[in-house]
């Protein structure tokens, strides 16, 4: 189950440029971030780095009831040693930079929970918008 989520790169071509949306869809979970999803989300935001003709980015999450809801707990239960949570952490610290790396602004579209590692992605961006029912927290610092 830990894989079960999707990450959507959808272009609007203009003449005057491209607009990039990336929908991370992992809605049954709140969008929350496991390995996988780290490794795919990573994957589209250099992708995105190297588009010629982009003029910005909108990134939101699926399902209207979180952008990212925090690390996938799940698979934070099954890690055994430190060196698992520094593995995870750095995955994590380069899904961020490789959204700070894309040359042209990253818009994050904010709705539902933004939470955890989720916030820290959002921080990423350059443009955070937010919508009514837009909550953020650190929740782990409780």
């Known amino acids: 189950m830990a894989g079960v989520h999707k990450v959507d790169i959808s272009w609007d071509r203009r003449p005057g440029g491209t607009v990039a949306t ?9 969008n929350v971030l496991n390995p996988p999803a780290l490794l795919d989300l990573t994957e ?19 399902g209207g009831r979180a952008f990212i809801g925090g690390a996938d707990i799940n698979h934070m239960t099954t890690m055994r040693h430190p060196e698992d949570g520094r593995r995870f952490l750095t995955m994590i610290h ?23 590692a989720g916030l820290e992605v959002a921080v990423s961006c350059d443009i955070r918008i937010a919508a009514d029912n837009a909550m953020f927290g650190m929740p782990e610092v409780k």
């Open 22 to 30: 990336v929908v991370f869809d992992n809605a049954k979970r709140l």
């Open 44 to 62: 589209a935001f250099l992708g995105l780095a190297r588009e010629d003709d982009l003029r910005c980015v909108v990134f939101s999450g699926a």
């Open 94 to 116: 380069k899904l961020c930079q490789a959204i700070r790396d894309v040359p042209v602004p990253v818009i994050c579209k904010a709705e539902g929970y933004t939470l955890g």
